[in-house]
Structure formats: structure tokens, C-alpha cells
């Protein structure tokens, strides 16, 4: 709704700008995370008892990732949008300064997670997006919606989170920042060895947009936003089982955590290709009906995106497995494999064949990470390829799981 609201009233060169200033904070928060967030749930529930200790010390390292980020970003940022008007430049520096309050709004959400308070987890995601279109539709009652104001928007929304949740972190845990230096050296012992996954992920999921903001315009730039947005709201899939799954599979161990994992990715993925495949055929209709007849031009984009969001939705859950089975640093690897793979694809693509290059390039480097990734399950974990195809089993398995019915993790593979 955010989306439909942003691209209607401003266009694709809004759109564009408006996409160019507010990138910033969440990019350069997430590369300086330090794998704060996955070690603290790591160490939460694998049996550490200093629960207060650890959200306390990782709240304390999440504010100053965000204030070292924010400063990267102010420096930066001229670098990148030097093809944009001076006045996106300013308010994109003025945007990255809220690089402490993502970071720590991160911190506040992983805590929730970590204690398996899956209530508070979506309300506390829900409520920025809330306060996002209320903030956007006063702007356009009064007519007063620009990239500008719109951007403010989004800066502000997890503010309200950041106190709400605050507070219910502070009324939960009794925080302690009495021996900082000695949790701060576990959460980190661990966070380092995942924090190469968050750094190349982080630089992965965003350096398409980077790109496409350094050569191409700010129409392109809309056009592409547009539809790389409408089709990863197939992310919401893997997002919501990453969630539940990570505690989860954390406690289960390899053992049988993997066929669980194995399993999960490969409903997921039939899940989101049954809904992909009428949507990209009905999708000259669906965008120029949502966002209207200016974005027609994202309609080829966003069917390959489509194909780039199923796959990859597939591959992130596989990703986020490795971590959780105490194998942090083939996650990093396989982040490595597409990162090396997608940008030379993009920096060859983009320039030649615009927003066309981006998405073709983002689909090879997913299909990449994907085999490597099926790989490494059978590898690690003895997952051979016969167990990510699909079954019938499948269904009765969901359909014992509502009912309330829990089944063994392992399965035969007739």
C-alpha cells in the first residue's frame, strides 16, 4: 500500500529519488551489524542463562554499528548519487543519520524472536509500516507528498517501535551493562563468523539498486524499484518461516534439523511458484492497474524478478539453515559465490542493457547461490538432491501440522 501510494503520486522519477535517499540507513546498518542480531538468538537459546546481560551488551554494540554506519554513509553517499539533484544528495545524508535507530530497532525485534514472543515479533514489524501510511496518506490529503516529505515518512516509522518495544525489552529483561567487554567478546566470537554472511548478503540484496543508482537515471530508477518491490513481496514466505524456524532448528540440532529445513525450503518454494505463475502472466495488468499506466515499461522486468524473488526465497531459507546447524561459515561462503558472480554481471549488464541487465543479472547470480547451496546440504548434512523435490507427502505433512498432529522430522523418500 506504501508502495502503490509512493509510485501513483510521484511517478517513476519520484519514485526513483524518493528510493535513492531512504536505501541508505537500512544498507549501512545491516553491513555494520557484526552478526549481533544471529548471536544473540544463537546464544539465547542454546542454553546461555545471562539472557540480561546479552540483550543488554548487544543493545549497546547495535547503537554504535549504527553511529560507525552513519558516519560511512555521510562521507560516502557523494560517490553515488553524484548523478542526482543536489537536493536528493542532502536529504540522503540527513536520512543515513538514522542509521543507530534501524540498528537498534533490529536488536529490539531479534530479542522478541530470540525469546520465541512471535506476537511481539509481528507487532513490533507491523507497527512502522502502520505509522509509513498514515504518515503518507496526511501527505497527500494535503497535497504536500514529495520525495522529501515522503522520505521522512520512512525515516521516522521505526521510531514509535524502537520505544514501544524498548519498553517491553526493559519491562522483560532486568538489562545489565555492568561487564560489557565479556559478553560483548561471546555475542562477537560467534557474530564475526556470521557476520560475513550479513556483510556479502547485505551487499548482494542491495548492490543492484547501488548500481542502478550510480548509471542509470531516476526514472530507471522508479521503474526498477517498483518491480523489484511488487515481486519480493513473495519474501514474506521465507521471512515468516526464517522466523519461527531459527529457534527452532537451533534446539533440534543437524540431526534433525536439516530434514526439517530441507523440507520446509521445498513447500515454501512450491508455495510461492503456484502463486508466481499466474501473477507473472496477468502481471501487465496487475502492475499498470496498481501503480498505473507509467510503470508499464516494469512489466518485463518485474515477470523476471518474479522468477529471481521464487528462487531466492527458496535459497535464503536454505541460507539461513546453515547458521542455525552451527555452520556459519558455508553460509558465508555461498554468499560469496553470488556476490562474485552478480557483480560482474551487473557491472557488464547495466550499462549495456539498463534495468533489463539488472534483473537478468540478479537471476543468474540466484540460480548460482541455489546449486551451491543444494550442494552443500548434501555435503553437510547428507541432503541429496532427491530430497528438494516435492512430494505428495508434502500436503499430508501440512495438513498434520495444523491439525496439531506432529509427526517425525525424518521421512522416507519413497
Known sequence: MTGVITARLLAPQGRGELASIIMWPAFLGGLMSMGIPTSLIYQMRNGAAQFDEFVGTALVLGLINGAIAAVIGVIGLPYFLHGYPPHVLYFAR???????????????????????????????????????????????????????????????????????????????????????????????????????????????????????VAFLSPRDMGLYVVALSSARLFSIV???????????????????????????????????????????????????????????????????????????????????????LGKPGRATIQQMVGLSASI???????????????????????????VFAIASYKLLFGENLRHFIPRFSDIHWIISQVKGRREPVDEPLS
Open 344 to 370: 560482474p554481471l551487473l557491472l557488464i549488464l547495466v550499462p549495456r542493457f539498463g534495468i533489463n541487465g539488472a534483473c537478468f543479472a540478479l537471476l543468474g547470480a540466484t540460480t548460482l547461490r541455489s
Open 94 to 212: 540527513w536520512a543515513v543519520l538514522t542509521a543507530p535507530l534501524v540498528t537498534l530497532s533490529v536488536i529490539l525485534a531479534t530479542t522478541a524472536q530470540a525469546a520465541q514472543n512471535f506476537a511481539r515479533f509481528n507487532k513490533f514489524r507491523l507497527l512502522p509500516s502502520v505509522v509509513i501510511l498514515t504518515v503518507l496518506l496526511l501527505l497527500a490529503a494535503f497535497r504536500v507528498l514529495t520525495p522529501a516529505t515522503a522520505a521522512l515518512a520512512y525515516i521516522v516509522s521505526s521510531l514509535p517501535a524502537v520505544v514501544w518495544n524498548g519498553l517491553w525489552v526493559k519491562r522483560v529483561f532486568n538489562l545489565r551493562f555492568d561487564n560489557i567487554p565479556h559478553y560483548a567478546g561471546i555475542l562477537l566470537n560467534y557474530g564475526f563468523r556470521v557476520w560475513g554472511m550479513d556483510l556479502i548478503g547485505g551487499i548482494g540484496d542491495q548492490v543492484d539498486r547501488i548500481l542502478v
Open 238 to 324: 521465507p521471512a515468516s518461516l526464517s522466523s519461527v524456524m531459527t529457534p527452532k532448528i537451533i534446539k533440534l540440532g543437524p540431526e534433525l534439523g536439516a530434514p526439517l529445513l530441507v523440507r520446509t525450503a521445498r513447500i515454501a518454494f512450491m508455495a510461492m511458484l503456484a502463486a508466481a505463475l499466474p501473477l507473472g502472466l496477468l502481471s501487465k495488468y496487475a502492475l499498470t492497474f496498481v501503480y498505473g499506466h507509467k510503470f508499464i515499461a516494469a512489466v518485463p522486468v518485474f515477470r523476471v524478478l518474479l522468477a529471481e524473488a521464487v528462487i531466492g526465497g527458496f535459497t535464503w531459507l536454505l541460507v539461513q539453515g546453515f547458521s542455525s
